[in-house]
């Protein structure tokens, strides 16, 4: 014995239905990835101390490749 038979409008609503379901949750996780992989900008703190970090490295490699130039 087999289940009721759908009309085949009320089926292609049925179908149309859960496509649309399916396209939202897919859109959703898109955007999910999407927000997780935006770099959030750094505090001026932060700034700051990258900053600074990059004077110390420049610093020692100028320091280290003055005494090798010179001739």
């Known amino acids: 014995m087999t289940g009721p038979v759908l009309?085949?409008?009320?089926?292609?609503?049925?179908?149309?239905?859960?496509?649309?379901?399916?396209?939202r949750a897919a859109e959703v996780a898109?955007?999910?990835?999407?927000?997780?992989?935006?770099p959030v900008a750094p505090s001026p703190l932060r700034r700051r101390v990258g900053w600074a970090l990059v004077e110390v490295?420049?610093?020692?490699?100028?320091?280290?490749?003055?005494?090798?130039?010179?001739?």
């Open 57 to 71: 490295g420049l610093r020692l490699a100028v320091g280290r490749a003055a005494p090798r130039v010179t001739g």
């Open 7 to 23: 009309h085949p409008i009320v089926a292609e609503g049925l179908v149309r239905e859960r496509h649309a379901d399916l396209l």
């Open 30 to 38: 898109r955007l999910r990835r999407i927000a997780r992989r935006r």
